[in-house]
T-cell receptor, first 115, second 115 residues
């Protein structure tokens, strides 16, 4: 049982380039999330999807777009990468709507560096 | 807005000593509270959670936490730590409102267990 799988694990971009982080879960969860983790700032919610076909902004959505492709997959796109987007990105999923019971299952993270 | 405060960014402790990691939250309504652990280069995993009932909750790896509503705290404790407990620990809160719920993380506490 793979849980939450993120790709790629590492990526280096130049300023202005675009890329998509992929996330897939095999737990039949309704809700999926994208967080970024920065030193001293904990995890901050970028976007989330309560259910297939819906997406909502989180705390730090600027510069990002998301797509809930189907129930399993939730991608995060950087259209024009900036150095401020250098971070570790985590995808997570949960069984109930918007993590009502709060038990999120996390992927192993994608480390992105923007030069 | 809901918030979570972890006052200690780093906590060094010797092996077999007790440890307490502090967490305070701000909310005037009901909450769900969580502790997650992140081992190096991994995603977060749930350590324990408080949803309702007994204010003392037990989690994995011998950790426990006590919910104190009057002090709005949810401190994590372990009576005797092991070198393998070295990790970053995140407190998180899910504030229950009619409009929906969102999980907010603290900034994390790095626990370093030394021999």
């Amino acid at each position: 049982n793979a849980g939450v799988t993120q790709t790629p694990k590492f990526q280096v971009l130049k300023t202005g380039q675009s890329m998509t982080l992929q996330c897939a879960q095999d737990m039949n969860h309704n809700s999926m999330y994208w967080y970024r983790q920065d030193p001293g700032m904990g995890l901050r919610l970028i976007y989330y999807s309560a259910s297939e076909g819906t997406t909502d902004k989180g705390e730090v959505p600027n510069g990002y777009n998301v797509s809930r492709l189907n129930k399993r997959e939730f991608s995060l796109r950087l259209e024009s990468a900036a150095p401020s987007q250098t971070s570790v990105y985590f995808c997570a999923s949960s069984r109930l709507d918007r993590g009502l019971n709060g038990e999120l299952f996390f992927g192993e993270g994608s480390r992105l560096t923007v030069l | 807005a809901q918030s979570v405060t972890q006052l200690d960014s780093q906590v060094p402790v010797f092996e077999e000593a007790p440890v307490e990691l502090r967490c305070n939250y701000s909310s005037s309504v009901s909450v769900y509270l969580f502790w997650y652990v992140q081992y190096p280069n991994q995603g977060l995993q749930l350590l324990l959670k408080y949803l309702s009932g007994s204010t003392l909750v037990k989690g994995i790896n011998g950790f426990e936490a006590e919910f104190n509503k009057s002090q709005t705290s949810f401190h994590l404790r372990k009576p005797s730590v092991h070198i393998s407990d070295t990790a970053e620990y995140f407190c998180a809160v899910n504030i229950l409102t009619g409009g929906g719920n969102k999980l907010t993380f603290g900034t994390g506490t790095q626990l370093k267990v030394e021999l």
